[in-house]
């Protein structure tokens, strides 16, 4: 089906998708919130134990964290599966931190007068396409990050990962994957669909890390 181009978006660049919503539909919010919950269980059911999930996720994690800190760990060892929450949460904060603001302020450089130092957010106004989406990139992982630090404490406080074969952090595991490798290239590149089901899935899959602490208790 065709998706009939809005004339006030066409005139400012923006293509329609059919996720599209008028903001007279109060229903929106009960869609999204619907969406999330329902994304819960669907996280769970990925990260099960001895998941598909697991046996691609922990080996690739691990792989980043033997290169960042140039030592090896082991499924033998009783505290990989907390070296690896920890990797893991600490790398998400350097995509949030470091990476993205680099986005940020190329989006920004992209139109008008470019990134000005002296004010750096004034560059980000009227932006469109994929300047807007640069900088969009950034402030959404600024949003969701505590999401994860969130559940990443829970987890190392009240139920610490004792092996790397822990749904609990597969979960977190999958939350840092979608949104920094799947969900960042999503945006900048305008994928919509693709954007939206993997910030939905790692939104569902941090919360539901929450639920599973809570669970253990």
């Given at each position: 089906?065709?998706i009939?181009r809005?004339?006030?978006?066409a005139?400012?660049g923006?293509?329609?998708?059919f ?27 990925i990260?099960?134990?001895g ?7 922990v ?7 033997n ?8 499924d033998?060892?009783?505290r990989?599966?907390?070296r690896l929450?920890?990797?893991?949460t600490?790398?998400?904060?350097l995509i ?10 190329c ?8 990134y000005k130092n002296?004010e750096?957010?004034s560059?980000k106004?009227n932006l469109?396409g994929?300047a807007?989406?640069l ?9 969701t990050f505590?999401v994860?630090a969130?559940a990443a ?9 004792t092996s790397?074969s ?5 979960r977190?595991l999958?939350?840092?994957?979608l ?6 290239p999503?945006?900048?590149f305008?994928v919509?669909l693709?954007?939206?089901a993997?910030?939905?899935?790692a ?8 639920w599973?602490?809570l669970?253990?208790l």
């Amino acid at each position: 089906m065709c998706i009939q181009r809005d004339p006030q978006k066409a005139q400012e660049g923006i293509d329609n998708s059919f996720l599209d919503y008028d903001s007279s539909k109060t229903s929106i919010t009960v869609s999204v919130a619907g969406a999330y919950l329902a994304l819960i269980p669907v996280a769970s059911k990925i990260c099960a134990k001895g998941s598909l999930a697991e046996r691609m996720l922990v080996p690739a994690f691990r792989l980043g964290c033997n290169v960042f800190l140039g030592r090896s760990g082991s499924d033998s060892d009783p505290r990989e599966g907390m070296r690896l929450l920890v990797f893991a949460t600490g790398f998400s904060a350097l995509i949030a931190y470091a990476i993205t603001p680099a986005l940020s302020v190329c989006g920004q450089s992209m139109i008008g007068k470019g990134y000005k130092n002296k004010e750096p957010r004034s560059g980000k106004l009227n932006l469109k396409g994929k300047a807007r989406r640069l900088v969009s990139t950034h402030e959404n992982l600024l949003e969701t990050f505590p999401v994860l630090a969130i559940a990443a404490a829970f987890s190392a406080a009240l139920a610490p990962p004792t092996s790397t074969s822990d749904p609990l952090l597969t979960r977190i595991l999958l939350h840092v994957f979608l949104k920094s490798f799947i969900y960042i290239p999503a945006y900048v590149f305008n994928v919509d669909l693709l954007r939206t089901a993997s910030h939905n899935l790692a939104i569902g899959s941090a919360v539901g890390a929450v639920w599973e602490v809570l669970a253990r208790l």
